[in-house]
Nanobody, 132 residues
């Protein structure tokens, strides 16, 4: 079965940086989109629907996609040899505090939906807390 395991979260000061990792198994990154989403504090009751698209990458062409709020601060990248997708986050702010989730969907999909939380499989999340 598909499994995704996030790591790299923690406590960081505003202006700092973190690199999150999503290690995947149960599929090969040949025809998949992998995305990063985040769920802000207080949005847990909304479930998956309350998760905001951060970044995504598709294996077929390597194209990347970002939420509008990223504004150049975040970068998504994949390392197929390590079965891992990374999210590099720079210049973090209090507004970036959230649980960050990795998600995967099969097939070519539709890039218009990559920033929406309609993916097939999800990890359990890793918490990022940005302090002042």
């Amino acid at each position: 079965e598909v499994q995704l395991v996030e790591s790299g979260g923690g406590l960081v000061q505003a202006g700092g940086h973190l690199r999150l990792s999503c290690k995947f198994s149960g599929f090969t990154f040949a025809d998949y989109a992998i995305g990063w989403f985040r769920q802000a504090p207080g949005k847990e009751r909304e479930g998956v629907a309350g998760r905001q698209g951060v970044a995504a990458i598709h294996s077929s062409d390597g194209r990347t996609y970002y939420g509008d709020f990223v504004k150049g601060r975040f970068t998504i990248a994949s390392d197929k040899a390590k079965s891992t997708v990374y999210l590099k986050m720079n210049n973090l702010t209090r507004g970036d505090t959230a649980v960050y989730y990795c998600a995967a969907e099969s097939g070519p999909g539709d890039s218009r939906h990559y920033m929406m939380p309609s993916y097939d499989d999800w990890g359990q999340g890793t918490k990022v807390t940005v302090s002042s």
